[in-house]
């Protein structure tokens, strides 16, 4: 058996765009949700890579291919007095899972977390994705289940909005 190919992982730039909305597809997919993609690739382009772009993505490579990708920003807790990170969104591509790009991907942010003195770094995981449940959990990470997410979007979000 071959040693798997040493990952590496580098911050992505405007002209990856493309390759990340493939990846996005990809996990929308996976999360069986993939008609809720509504973004292309300019859109992507605007929101991670343009001049008030809020959140960071980063792009995993073996051997030179890129297998997978994070999307993350920082959000703020009230409670500890500074900033947190937040996953918004952590992929790699089926055929390359256990290779290790995962965990590098998360180690990768928290380090970024705690080098910038982060409280937390948060995300959510579908209560039916039991690998990326146990993933996590074996990184270390505790669910809080004691939380209940919530969402106002679309037409609710208008709505509600205009009072």
């Given at each position: 058996?071959?040693?798997?190919a040493?990952?590496?992982i580098?911050?992505?730039?405007a002209?990856?765009?493309?390759l990340?909305?493939?990846?996005?597809?990809?996990?929308?997919v996976?999360e069986k949700?993939?008609s809720?993609v509504?973004?292309?690739?300019?859109?992507?382009?605007?929101?991670?890579?343009?001049p008030?772009?809020?959140a960071?993505?980063?792009?995993?490579?073996?051997d030179?291919?890129a297998?997978?990708y994070?999307?993350?920003?920082?959000n703020?807790?009230?409670?500890?007095?500074?900033n947190?990170?937040?996953?918004?969104?952590l992929?790699?591509?089926p055929?390359?899972?256990?290779?290790?790009?995962?965990?590098?991907?998360?180690q990768?942010?928290?380090?970024?977390?705690?080098?910038?003195?982060c409280?937390r770094?948060?995300?959510s995981?579908?209560?039916?994705?039991e690998?990326a449940?146990?993933?996590?959990?074996?990184?270390?990470a505790?669910?809080?289940?004691?939380?209940?997410?919530?969402?106002?979007?679309?037409e609710?979000l208008?709505?509600?909005?205009a009072?």
């Amino acid at each position: 058996m071959a040693l798997p190919a040493a990952v590496s992982i580098r911050v992505a730039s405007a002209d990856d765009a493309a390759l990340i909305l493939r990846f996005i597809r990809e996990l929308a997919v996976y999360e069986k949700a993939e008609s809720s993609v509504q973004t292309d690739q300019a859109g992507i382009r605007a929101s991670l890579f343009g001049p008030d772009a809020k959140a960071h993505a980063l792009i995993c490579e073996a051997d030179g291919e890129a297998i997978g990708y994070a999307v993350y920003f920082y959000n703020y807790s009230t409670w500890l007095g500074r900033n947190g990170i937040y996953l918004e969104d952590l992929y790699v591509s089926p055929e390359k899972r256990g290779s290790g790009a995962g965990k590098a991907l998360l180690q990768h942010i928290a380090r970024i977390a705690v080098a910038e003195n982060c409280g937390r770094f948060e995300w959510s995981v579908l209560d039916w994705n039991e690998p990326a449940i146990q993933f996590y959990q074996a990184a270390g990470a505790k669910p809080q289940s004691e939380w209940t997410v919530y969402r106002m979007e679309g037409e609710a979000l208008r709505a509600f909005a205009a009072g």
